[in-house]
């Protein structure tokens, strides 16, 4: 999801929320710790340079229980984000704390954002060796053909 179309997102909401790919929520009084701007520069296995740019929000879940993170408190703290990184309508990532640091991209379900886990992947299949995924078939679904072997018939 485009940081344009959180902010949008945003715009509507009365609550800020964040599920998690479990179906938990982050805790109601979690904290935008940070808002920024992540460029990846590097080569894949193919040997392609390439470059990524994301804007990351970090949550935080803090002892803070009174805590609630308001849209417009959000917006804001995107706005100025914008102006003073010179961010633009990136993609936006999630980091939050679990077990470890976790990174999502997000989604909207219509009342709260989602946390969608993060998948890793090969950007030169073509170069790495990759095997082809080979067709899966039902020997079930297989035509019986009328010009099989038969004892005697020579195709053997």
């Avoid at 344009?4 to 938990?24: C, H, M, R, Y």
């Avoid at 979690?30 to 990846?40: A, D, M, Q």
Wanted: glycine content about 8%; proline content about 4%.
């Amino acid at each position: 999801m485009k940081l344009s179309e959180i902010k949008k997102q945003l715009s509507t909401l009365d609550n800020v929320a964040f599920v998690l790919p479990n179906g938990t929520y982050v805790p109601e009084h979690f904290h935008v710790t940070e808002v920024g701007l992540i460029t990846k520069n590097f080569i894949d296995c193919g040997g392609k340079v390439r470059k990524e740019t994301v804007v990351n929000f970090q949550l935080w879940d803090a002892n803070d229980f009174e805590h609630r993170l308001k849209p417009k408190k959000l917006l804001d703290i995107i706005e100025l984000s914008e102006k003073v990184l010179g961010i633009e309508d990136y993609e936006v990532e999630v980091e939050f704390q679990a077990e470890t640091i976790g990174k999502y991209d997000i989604g909207f379900n219509g009342t709260a954002f989602t946390l969608l886990n993060k998948q890793t992947a090969c950007l030169a299949e073509d170069q790495c060796g990759i095997p082809a995924e080979k067709q899966k078939v039902k020997l079930s679904e297989i035509p019986s053909q009328t010009n099989s072997c038969t004892p005697g018939g020579g195709c053997c």
